[in-house]
């Protein structure tokens, strides 16, 4: 099965300009996540849908970031307007829907390298 | 507030060596701990994960071993190769929990 894939791999855009990040998940995965990393940085928490709901939104930096998944199925993760501190990699994952007390492995994409001049 | 403490930031192991990455929590309401492994350009991929029902996880060449008394958990890369260059990235999380808390990650490089 095709894995998680994100576009664009690398974007580099100015200060005060608008960037879109896209997340096409895999088929079937309900759980969608999305996380950046900082350069040297942990891999930090940014938001989670499940299907089209957001059901946490704990992790978004401030209101200059959107993430949307309409429909159920892709997400895009817009941030108008960008900071010189919103560079890094963002990662986007999916998994399959949670049975109570379960963990299921998060599959993750190859990141959007985000660089903010 | 890191909720994941992991050492060491960089790792240089000789073939056929052991590579050792530890980490550390805070949060006694972890109870999955998955390691993930990450290639360049790749995003990061589950290795082995480990619940605290238990002190040891097996798989192959790698083995996670984890201290619940002292919050602590490590993953063993026996007779490392090549191959195994890459970042590891452990994380921690509670049962029916949106999302995963990860340390900083060790860059590991494992020479002929």
């Known amino acids: 099965e095709a894995g998680v894939t994100q576009f664009p791999s690398h974007s580099v855009i100015e200060k005060g300009q608008t960037v879109t990040l896209r997340c096409d998940p895999i088929s079937g995965h309900d759980n969608l996540y999305w996380y950046r990393r900082v350069m040297g940085k942990e891999i930090k928490f940014l938001l989670h849908f499940v299907k089209e709901s957001k059901q946490d939104e704990s992790g978004m930096p401030n209101n200059r970031f959107l993430a949307e998944r309409t429909g159920g199925t892709y997400s895009t993760l817009k941030v108008q307007p960008a900071e010189l501190e919103d560079s890094g990699v963002y990662f986007c994952?999916?998994?399959?829907?949670?049975?109570?007390?379960?963990?299921?492995?998060?599959?993750f994409g190859p990141g959007t390298r985000l660089t903010v001049t | 507030q890191q909720q994941v403490k992991q050492s060491p930031q960089s790792l240089i192991v000789q073939k056929g060596g052991i590579s050792i990455i530890n980490c550390a929590y805070e949060n006694t309401a972890f109870d999955y701990f998955p390691w993930y492994q990450q290639f360049p350009g790749k995003g990061p991929a589950l290795l082995i994960a480990?619940?605290?029902?238990?002190s040891e996880k097996k798989e192959g060449r790698f083995t996670i071993s984890f201290n619940k008394s002292a919050k602590q958990f490590s993953l063993h890369i026996m007779d490392s190769q090549p191959g195994d260059s890459a970042t590891y990235f452990c994380a921690a999380s509670y049962s029916g929990a949106n999302n995963l808390f990860f340390g900083t990650g060790t860059r590991l490089t494992v020479i002929p």
């Open positions: 480990i619940r605290p029902d238990v």
């Open positions: 994952a999916s998994s399959r829907l949670m049975g109570p007390g379960g963990n299921y492995e998060q599959y």
